[in-house]
């Protein structure tokens, strides 16, 4: 592993002279902050910038090369992978104060915005102006577009609209020696040399630190109408789900709690057949009022058919904005409610969604788990919140985890949909890529950061 200076006296007055004294948080208490993400991963930081300015930035990285310590770019924290942590010490990088919406050009169906902008502000910022930025993290209200980017974040809607990339256009974005690059295009098409723009979206702030981002827009749909299917069975809820997808049928959302989940959430239930209900399945469709209308009675009937107990419909704002709540609140309840907690994000082909839930009372059985599922169905993003009783059991239940992701694996899927690797899922992923891939993939993390200062230690470790 690399090796790196502590930050001295005489560094961080070099920091504070090029960079300018009032971006510098020097007081550990403050920094303690810092040093963690939504995950229980932390390490201790020296310093953190917050910077407002490209310049800064490139100073910053600059100095870092020439010191040779190591700098963590940080959005606004709300990934679980460990993304943000600064497995080595130094600089902390905050973008939450670059948060400004640069344009929104309503003809050209783009907006320009700065990394630390919160997701939800751009979507209502556009919103006005009769657009759509669709890509809808659960975190919504508190990730940055910068971190979104990041980490390739998708959603519930991105069963129809796709993830953060299907969004960027272009990036500007300084590399780990200090250099500005512009990556991708202002137009719908680009085919002029490597595509950097998408090696950099998803890199999880290991290739470079994005400062400013063209985003795609689309108009904003004229109407949308919600469902709740109940299931008594898990396997038959996904069976409706792929039913509803092979049948033609591209819901906006298609999200599920199972039994589990809904036992946390029972106080906000406002349906009556909570005993029977195995499963809450959600699904929106959105688009002309008439067209919604028949399309989603119809994913209605197909859910009856595929077993459901009841469809309740949910047209007005009101409910509908209940029955997110409901989604939303699982996955807060669910971290607290044992001290074993264990959040992965994977993604099965559709088809095989049934035969992969049917799996969980084997694994709870046998390693001393439980399992609350629940996520984007309707494209095979499951989010597995394993829990154990007791700290006792935490290695058993690794391993259990360790078996669950082989057999994602071995089923054609992928061990995350939309959380990044960071530190957290840094152990699997040889279970996933080849020696050859991730060797690649380091040489590639070499020509961008010969010194490994940026965002050290994420992904995968350099020899």
């Not at 959005?75 to 497995?87: D, E, I, K, S, Y």
């Not at 502000?121 to 975190?139: R, W």
């Not at 119809?298 to 459901?308: K, L, P, Y």
């Not at 669910?334 to 839930?357: L, N, Q, R, T, W």
């Amino acid at each position: 592993m690399p090796e790196y200076t502590s930050l001295t006296p005489e560094i961080i007055q070099e920091v504070r002279e090029k960079l300018g004294s009032g971006c510098l948080i020097e007081d550990p208490e403050k920094i303690r902050d810092f040093e963690k993400d939504a995950s229980d991963l932390h390490h201790g930081a020296e310093l953190v910038i917050e910077a407002t300015s490209v310049e800064q930035i490139a100073e910053l990285l600059r100095l870092a090369n020439k010191y040779r310590f190591p700098v963590t770019p940080r959005g606004l924290g709300t990934g679980v992978a460990g993304g943000a942590v600064p497995l080595f010490g130094g600089v902390v990088l905050s973008l939450a104060k670059m948060n400004r919406i640069i344009s929104i050009e309503r003809e050209n169906l783009t907006a320009t915005v700065e990394p630390g902008l919160l997701n939800l502000d751009l979507k209502n910022a556009v919103q006005k102006e009769g657009l759509f930025y669709p890509p809808d993290p659960a975190s919504l209200d508190t990730c940055s577009i910068g971190g979104n980017a990041a980490t390739n974040a998708g959603g519930p809607s991105c069963v129809k609209y796709g993830t953060t990339k299907d969004y960027v256009l272009g990036i500007e974005a300084v590399l780990p020696s200090g250099k500005k690059i512009n990556a991708g295009v202002q137009t719908r098409k680009g085919v002029v040399g490597y595509d950097l723009l998408h090696l950099i979206v998803g890199s999880e702030g290991t290739l470079g630190v994005i400062t400013k981002l063209i985003l795609k827009l689309i108009p904003n749909p004229p109407a949308i109408t919600t469902m709740v299917a109940l299931f008594s069975r898990l396997t038959s809820a996904m069976e409706g789900v792929t039913n509803i997808l092979v049948r033609g049928h591209i819901p906006c959302a298609i999200e599920y709690l199972d039994r589990r989940c809904l036992d946390l959430v029972g106080d906000l239930l406002p349906y009556g057949e909570k005993k029977e209900t195995g499963v809450f399945l959600l699904v929106e469709a959105d688009g002309a009022p008439d067209v919604i209308g028949r399309e989603i009675e119809e994913m209605g009937t197909i859910c009856m058919e595929s077993g459901a107990l009841n469809v309740i419909m949910a047209p007005d704002s009101i409910k509908r904005s209940r029955m997110w709540e409901i989604r939303r609140e699982v996955a807060l309840r669910v971290e607290d409610h044992s001290p074993v907690y264990i959040p992965e994000d994977v993604v099965v082909p559709i088809g095989k969604i049934a035969e992969f839930v049917a799996c969980f009372p084997e694994f709870e059985r046998d390693f001393a788990m439980k399992i609350f599922s629940f996520g984007h169905a309707g494209d095979g993003n499951i989010h597995l919140n394993i829990t154990a009783e007791s700290e006792k059991e935490r290695q058993k239940v690794e391993e259990g985890v360790r078996l669950l992701l082989h057999k994602v694996i071995a089923m054609g899927g992928t061990i995350s949909g939309e959380h990044g690797i960071g530190i957290a899922k840094k152990p699997f992923l040889s279970m996933e890529l080849s020696g050859e891939s991730i060797r690649l993939q380091k040489e590639i993390k070499r020509i961008f950061d010969p010194l490994s200062i940026l965002n050290p230690g994420k992904i995968f470790d350099l020899d």
